[in-house]
């Protein structure tokens, strides 16, 4: 294969980025990505090592050090994320790699890190007045939409068979008029009679506008608390929907979203630290 050709070639630390790379945005090791993945992987990992380079050459970088306890607990957290060890350790080896290769390759990892890191810790905190500037332009986010908890029996039967329309519909109606004098039982005639993958026991939970087939939605949506459909019929069969309870709309107040804010401003702030030092630190080098 043309990639692992490519792979014998490249230096330990491009292999290191691409090793990473394919593992967590394919879940694979590199000899098993597609062209196409392994073109992304390539890319990503070629241009994280060049970043990394000039961030390890910066003066920021020239007094950090990795204790070696934390570098070994990192590897080994690395190696614990893969299947086994030994799937670990024939990883390498597809990428070409020496363990030696790898700590080395990983400690500068954890060296960038930590510049970043120390970057990232310099900018001002969040402030009041952001935290309110911010819920107010995005208050939508902070509004939980109405939610269902609902039942649902579904009785299939073949489009073409009128002998198997005609049994449906004498099971659904029957069914219909036992649980609508006893709803407490509807999700046992569920278990006992309903089909649908879906709902599985009959119970569908925390469900909002939109998220079952249109015909099924707009009814269950339309039911008051506590009342059951008629019957629904669909182009696969027959359908009943018990509205169990309705979740009315809840607004998240701004003393309860200010945390949840704080900490995405917060990192808001702190990415475009790094992305301004970043390009201060990069815009002399033509190359990158």
């Not at 392994?38 to 020239?62: G, P, R």
């Not at 952001?130 to 579904?154: C, K, M, P, V």
Request: proline share 3%.
């Amino acid at each position: 294969m043309q990639q692992d050709k490519e792979q014998n070639q490249i230096d330990p630390s491009l292999s290191f980025h691409l090793m990473k790379f394919a593992f967590q945005d394919f879940q694979k090791s590199t000899s098993n990505l597609t062209k196409h993945e392994y073109t992304l992987a390539y890319q990503h990992a070629n241009e994280e090592m060049l970043l990394h380079q000039v961030i390890l050459t910066s003066e920021d970088a020239c007094c950090v050090v990795i204790p070696e306890v934390t570098l070994n607990q990192t590897l080994e957290d690395v190696i614990s994320e893969y299947p086994s060890s030994d799937v670990f350790f024939s990883t390498l080896e597809e990428n070409n790699m020496q363990m030696e290769e790898y700590t080395i390759a990983l400690h500068n990892d954890l060296r960038v890190e930590t510049v970043l890191s120390r970057v990232a810790s310099t900018v001002q905190s969040v402030t009041a007045a952001e935290i309110l500037s911010y819920y107010t332009r995005n208050h939508a986010d902070f509004r939980l939409q109405e939610r269902r908890i609902a039942g649902h029996i579904h009785i299939p039967f073949n489009p073409v068979s009128v002998r198997e329309i005609d049994q449906a519909f004498a099971l659904i109606t029957n069914i219909r008029d036992r649980v609508c004098q006893h709803p407490k039982t509807f999700s046992r005639e569920a278990r006992l009679h309903s089909s649908c993958a879906v709902s599985g026991s009959g119970n569908l939970k925390n469900l909002v506008a939109g998220e079952l087939c249109t015909d099924l939605d707009k009814i269950l949506f339309s039911l008051r608390q506590g009342e059951i459909s008629d019957i629904i019929e669909t182009a696969d069969g027959f359908n009943i929907l018990y509205c169990k309870k309705i979740i009315p709309v809840k607004e998240s107040s701004l003393k309860k979203a200010s945390s949840e804010i704080f900490s995405i401003l917060l990192k808001k702030k702190q990415l475009e630290a790094c992305r301004t030092w970043l390009h201060d630190l990069v815009r002399p080098r033509g190359e990158i």
